[in-house]
Nanobody, 120 residues
Framework: QVQLVESGGGLVQPGGSLRLSCAAS????????MSWYRQAPGKERELVAT????????NYADSVKGRFTISRDNAKNTVYLQMNSLKPEDTAVYYC?????????????WGQGTQVTVSS
């Protein structure tokens, strides 16, 4: 059974930090690119950060560049999102995403999400 389980969300003051984790199971984690998405109330889900399967390349949304860092540990089947200098506009449900693009098909998995609230 495929599972992506996010953790680490919560309430933090502006300027604070949080570290999200996403533990994967039920598939070959090291073959999947991993991403973090977020969705704020009334808004569409947006891509926050992506890391390639081996961890050699990362990409970030302009809104989080310089503040957020995505990383992964393939030995632990876990991807992380370190969030620093948090702003109220970072408030959203954060989702973990796994993608494998094969020759025939693309496989996508989603986690259930973890709430991040940035407020004083």
């Amino acid at each position: 059974q495929v599972q992506l389980v996010e953790s680490g969300g919560g309430l933090v003051q502006p300027g604070g930090s949080l570290r999200l984790s996403c533990a994967a199971s039920g598939f070959t984690f090291s073959r999947y690119a991993m991403s973090w998405y977020r969705q704020a109330p009334g808004k569409e889900r947006e891509l926050v950060a992506t890391i390639t399967s081996a961890g050699g390349s990362t990409n970030y949304a302009d809104s989080v560049k310089g503040r957020f860092t995505i990383s992964r540990d393939n030995a632990k089947n876990t991807v992380y999102l370190q969030m620093n200098s948090l702003k109220p506009e970072d408030t959203a449900v954060y989702y973990c995403n796994a993608v494998s693009r094969g020759l025939i098909r693309t496989t996508i998995y989603w986690g259930q999400g973890t709430q991040v609230t940035v407020s004083s």
